[in-house]
């Protein structure tokens, strides 16, 4: 996998004097490539933490900047011949096109070229104009790059659009916090890599293709379709274009065009050269060739151009074929037909009074043959430009591969033995790990992982021997892990000693295996191995381990219970200071209150004495 930082900000050079438009941000710039493409992760993570953020008081972007360059420089991006290439533009927002850069006073065209100076920074932002979109989706098509537009929900809907007006485009909604973008590359890049639609790059209505396969069905019909999905790795499709002249175009210079078949977005096209034949000389009555009732027309046609045009009752090459004695023979025209519903000489010949003259091909080494012009050979599959793979692999008879010894298959491109299959150690048939087709290994996937090379004998995937040699680096390197013990680390380690090193990287010449752990103190460590020599096995193990920070869990305990009861102090205290004030302020106000009343100092007048009443209720007055 390859990782590229392409970061852009888009700036207006109405605003160019703003040097910190943000707090915290760095001038406005227009495009600054960051790093090539790179397997390098680490790097790529330091990249992006470190990337600069700029702002602009312009709320489109001028991501088409940064798209242009992106594809046209393509020995400062990295860009490999034989690759899929993949660019993700991530936005949330709009875009500028041709025609804004007249806003700022910049009206020179967009030329489509690179210009980035030697620190990777785009130097004409002030000098030149946006790319269109049609520049944009020219520049895809040439180069073979799927775009991936990665916008927020608010942005979908226009990308959605865009990408339908560039080639081998997709949109798709990336989260406002982005955590989704790994998904959605992933779910994008299945997309992409599960299909594969033909195209050309025709640009009038002169020339007509169709496009026709069976897809996945190989055994079907054949259907008008260009494109074929849910294709997996290894799965072989074929497509068939069948090219039809409508009409000449009126200027002579484009009889002669070049049509161009290609995969969207694979770096590989069939070329065509497409010569018209809509006017010959000899077609006309001036040429010294051109002869009326003529002997080599049997004094029964017009011969032009070397060929006879017979008049209404005669047919045939010569037209040495009277239409009358057809009529007197109902069965000779008949007898051209391989059925009632073929074609009259299989439509490539013709019927001279009841026989087949078949046509020749310019090619002498092509011939078609047989009763009914049905044979041919030269219309059997080719593959890599062979017919039937070479002479050496087989011939064509009849529309059909007829192989050699050693040879099989419908072109004659598969191994009639499993030699080529077995691994130089014969170990076992793909090293157990695929099936042997005509010759090739087709390797398996597991739920371990995929096996690749060519005898299926690699799995960049896989966890290999990663397990197996774990607690040996951990002792012998790190005095770590259930070998920690220096007598267990010396009876079970025998088979090598570690060669530390301060960054582990693997050597694809050497074969290297990576292998990444994590131990019980939540340290990360890697280390590589390298068994192709079966007496000896090379480590080279990570010389320290990268380990989280020391975290002392008893101090932030006991700070924790100790702000706690320093917060319930405060809050209590504060709870009583507050209450004595307030006990305070009311006591005042009753003391006030007392003093300034008058009727405390004398007798009320309106009181009266309480008086008391008794009566015995058995006294009779006696």
Known sequence: MAICVICRLDWTPTFSPLLEPCSGCVAPYGYHNLMQLSTDANRFTQEVRGAHVSGNLDAPEGGFDAIMQAIVCREQIGWREKARRLLLFSTDAGFHYAGDGKLGGVITPNDGECHLDKDGRYTHSTVQDYPSISQINVKVKQNAINVIFAVTAEELSVYEKLSRLVEGSSAAKLSNDSSNIVSLVREQYNKISSSVEMKDNRTDNVIDVKYYSRCRNAGGQLVATNRCEGLKVGDMVTFEAQITLMQCPNDPRDWHQVLQIYPVGINESLTIDIEM?????????????????????????????????????????????????????PGMVDACRMSNSSDECSNRGQCVCGVCVCERRPNPDEVIEGRYCECDNFSCDRPGGLLCSGPDHGRCVCGQCECRDGWTGPACDCRASNDTCMPPDGSELCSGHGTCECGICRCMVTDEGRYTGRYCEKCPTCSGRCNEFKHCVQCQQYKTGPLAEPEDC?????????????????????????????????????????????????????????????????????????????????????????????????????????MMAKWDTGENPIYKQATTTFKNPTYAGK
Request: aromatic letters at 8%; glycine letters at 4%.
């Open 277 to 329: 034949l809509c006017s010959c000389s000899c077609e006309h009555p001036s040429d010294s060739e051109y002869r009326t009732q003529a002997d080599e027309c049997s004094n029964a046609g017009t011969y032009k151009c070397g060929i006879c045009e017979c008049d209404g009752q005669n047919h045939g090459q010569r037209c040495e074929c009277s239409a009358l004695d057809s009529a007197l023979e």
């Open 490 to 594: 010396a009876t079970n380690c025998t088979l090598f000693v570690p060669i530390p090193v301060e960054k582990v990287m693997i050597d694809e010449k050497r074969n290297d295996n990576k292998c990444t752990f994590y131990d019980e103190d939540d340290c990360r460590f890697e280390f590589t191995y390298n068994d192709s020599d079966q007496d000896k096995v090379t480590v080279m193990a990570q010389e320290n381990r990268e380990c989280p920070p020391k975290v002392f869990m008893l101090g932030i305990a006991l700070a924790v219970i100790a702000a706690v009861v320093l917060i319930g102090m405060a809050v209590l205290l504060l709870w009583k200071v507050l209450t004595s004030i307030h006990d305070r302020r009311e006591f005042a106000r009753f003391e006030k209150e007392r």
